[in-house]
């Protein structure tokens, strides 16, 4: 199947449970020690988990161009937050080619999109969790919620910032509660930083089990139709980013988060 054409899981902007299930039996199979041809190299599906604006669009660009399998987006909006080889960029470009309608992961920002994948997923998806730097991206986040006033509260800022920290450390916790389920914890900075992000990459495929070599090209041309694809903040205004920033700092630093992960 070649970028474009429609899978039969996507109906109406949601997603088969059949062909998501039989992935999953599939991974029980493989990990069962089946050697059926047709079971051989297909890893289950996996969770998605990031906070916004921390590279789960990057991730699942990446996981689509070497599985050649989708992922499903949050639950509720997969319409405009299909597949990301279906979008304008990429069916201009190629980079993601699809050949197997059996989607690989589920992307969720928030606990309750979390559980909504989880409970359709039947409880057994593994777990990939992304972080960024929160000063980066609950800032980023709560700018975009924020900058369309002409003036905003210091109360104001506060009260998103808060509600977002706990937002980005709810996902944390859900990831530390499951050590029963495959797990893997990828750092944004790792996979956009030109020294390691091909490492990097190599290791968030190898981890869900992808079986894919990872080379700058193809990784290079797969990020940047992920770039493509996505929505900017678009233009910042300096002294309200500096504000949110400000108390985001006060409130979490990311060493502290790691050491709740590692």
């Not at 899981?9 to 493989?30: F, K, P």
Request: with cysteine; charged share 25%; proline share 4%.
């Amino acid at each position: 199947m070649i970028a474009g054409t429609k899978l039969s899981y996507a109906i109406d902007g949601a997603w088969n449970r059949t062909a998501v299930m039989t992935t999953l039996a599939i991974g029980r199979s493989v990990r069962g020690g089946c050697k059926c041809k047709s079971h051989a190299n297909v890893s289950p599906s996996w969770h998605i988990m990031s906070y916004p604006r921390s590279g789960n669009h990057l991730a699942r660009a990446i996981l689509e161009g070497y599985s050649h399998r989708p992922t499903i987006g949050c639950p509720g909006v997969t319409k405009r937050d299909g597949p990301i080889y279906l979008r304008k960029p990429n069916l201009r470009d190629g980079a993601i080619m699809v050949d197997d309608q059996r989607p690989i992961g589920f992307k969720s920002h928030f606990v309750r999109e979390f559980h909504t994948h989880d409970r359709a997923l039947g409880g057994q998806a593994g777990l990939l969790l992304i972080t960024r730097d929160p000063l980066k991206a609950i800032s980023s986040h709560v700018y975009r919620d924020v900058s369309c006033g002409t003036f905003t509260r210091d109360r104001t800022i506060r009260k998103r910032v808060s509600a977002s920290i706990d937002s980005y450390l709810s996902l944390i916790h859900i990831y530390r509660s499951m050590a029963d389920r495959p797990r893997l914890h990828v750092c944004f900075e790792a996979l956009t930083n030109p020294e390691t992000r091909v490492a990097t990459a190599q290791k968030l495929l190898t981890g869900m089990g992808v079986d894919a070599k990872v080379s700058l090209t193809e990784l290079d041309a797969i990020c940047d139709a992920a770039k493509a694809s996505q929505t900017s903040i678009g233009k910042v205004r300096g002294r309200l980013m500096d504000r949110i920033r400000a108390t985001v700092r006060e409130g979490i630093a990311y060493d502290e988060v790691l050491t709740l992960i590692d």
